[in-house]
């Protein structure tokens, strides 16, 4: 692929996973089955989706734009890409710590079960892997890191747009600053730790702090 065809056509590729992801909402939300009203039927069922939904195009979109898996995950500087990834979700995880003590909330989670693993793992992984991976990489090379991590921020705040309309609080989370504002900053630092760590790794890794606190 050309370019200067890779920005219009990544936009695209983003904007046919989110409708995707909406389509999936509504199938949850709508159909109500009796299967996906649990715990564990609902962690399969947002899990599979994921993988099928964010996983598979990345690794797609990944390969149109001439790259492959390898490249957004450079396992070869495990040193570099931890460093960056566990200095920035250190440094923010110890900023939630400090609005946890001061709002009366708990420091880390106080116990484990599927919705913590969805946070701690899934999220991680596959939303890094998407937004940071395919897409984020996708556009730098073209019209520069800081407009494509601005660009990357704001779909990784589209990702959760469809969960905050679907479970009743989009108007909360737009306005809030730990809404909206709190994911938008938190994807331009996932994607200045995916940068300097020359791995998304690194982002995955700052993602699993940010969210463990």
Known sequence: MAVRETTPRTWLFFAS???AWI??????IHLRIPALESATGGFLYWTVAKIYLWLLPSLWWIR????????VLRFDSPFRWIGWGAGLGLGVAALNIAWNLHSGHAWFPRRFD????NILVVAPLLEEFLVRGAILGALRGEIGFC????????MFVGLHVPGWYFMGSLQANLVRFDGAASVFLIGLVAGYATKNGRSVLSGMLFHFLNNLT
């Open 147 to 154: 407009r494509a991590n601005i660009a990357t921020a704001a």
């Open 114 to 117: 599927l919705a913590l693993l």
């Open 64 to 71: 149109r734009t001439n790259r492959s898996w390898r490249d």
């Open 17 to 19: 996973v989110l409708t």
């Open 23 to 28: 389509f999936a909402w509504v199938v949850k």
